[in-house]
């Protein structure tokens, strides 16, 4: 880069993203992707990529033991809501794993990305997902409608879940479920929420004051993809907690996994957030899963770790529950 380009940065989130004062972005990260498996040759789960919308997009998972109906998950990557894919290796072999393990028919939703598509954009093309998910309850065979939900999904176990920004994104979708009534009259059955995305300018628990957690990546991201957001870390976006965020007791499921990791930096606001939940007279069975020795998203960058299989056991014990 030369030193005249320099100068026309306005902000950068490196070694990840960098907006030019004109207002291009420049992906300096781009993850390597992975092709669906339309026949399940790679692994026990076939998969193929479907349209949702003219901006939502997903990858649509199915287990190879489909006599039964399956119970249904609808899926939201992490990234810190501007970098990754549903595409992307990392997600595809972990959606795999999570699918064989439940048997369970996976959504997992490609939505756009900040800082081109600032927020609510990934909450409202995560919506727009699930919504459209829940339109296949009351359909037949239909060229219309996806083929897979109608002939293999249970829709009285349908889960959401993500991981970091994604349970982020699926508390918010609980949330809305909990005042707008999903297409066909669908419930949402339970909802995981692994290593989530919640931050706030108020330590909790043994979390340190902001003055030194504000150079760390999560708080960098979110400074970077909401430069300009009133409240800043204490919008209810990324904090649950504030006064001004929807009551927990309005989350639109019947159960709640929340799973952290000892060493991850988010970890004392997950709990919280279980905590919160069971406190706010939510009528829901919740549960908290903690694995120690591991940080953010162990599971995912080393999925073949004693800790990550266990914590696959663990999520599809509870996709599989009804």
Known sequence: MTLEQELDV???LLPFLRVYKNGIVERLYNPPLAPPSPTGTDSRVASRD???????????YLPNQTNT??????????GGFCIE????????????????????????VEYRLAP??????????????????????????????????????DFNRLYIGGFSSGANISHH?????????????????????TNPYFLGSEPVGSEPVLTTRELSNFYNTWM??????PDGFDHPWINPF??????????????????VASKDELRDRGVHYYEFVRASGWKGESSLYEVQGEDHGFHIFNPESVNAKNMFIRLAEFLQHY
Not at 86 to 97: D, E, K, P, R
Request: aromatic share 10%; proline share 5%; with cysteine.
């Open 69 to 78: 109906k399956l119970p249904i998950l609808v899926y939201f990557h992490g």
């Open 224 to 229: 970077f993809i909401n430069p300009s957001l």
């Open 50 to 60: 479907i349209i949702i919308s003219p901006y939502v997009s997903a990858r649509i």
């Open 85 to 108: 894919s549903a595409y992307s290796t990392l997600c595809h072999q972990y959606i795999n794993t999570i699918s064989a393990q439940a048997n369970a028919l996976v959504i997992s």
């Open 116 to 153: 081109e598509h600032p927020l609510p954009t990934a909450y409202e093309d995560s919506w727009t997902a699930l919504q459209w998910v829940a339109t296949h309850s009351r359909q037949k065979h239909d060229e219309k409608y996806e083929p897979w939900l109608i002939k293999h999904g």
């Open 173 to 193: 979708m609980a949330i809305r479920a909990g005042t707008e009534e999903l297409n066909g009259g669908v419930e949402i059955l339970g909802m995981f929420l």
């Open 242 to 259: 504030v006064r001004d965020a929807p009551c927990l007791a309005s989350l639109g499921c019947r159960r709640l996994l929340v799973c």
């Open 10 to 12: 306005k902000s950068e």
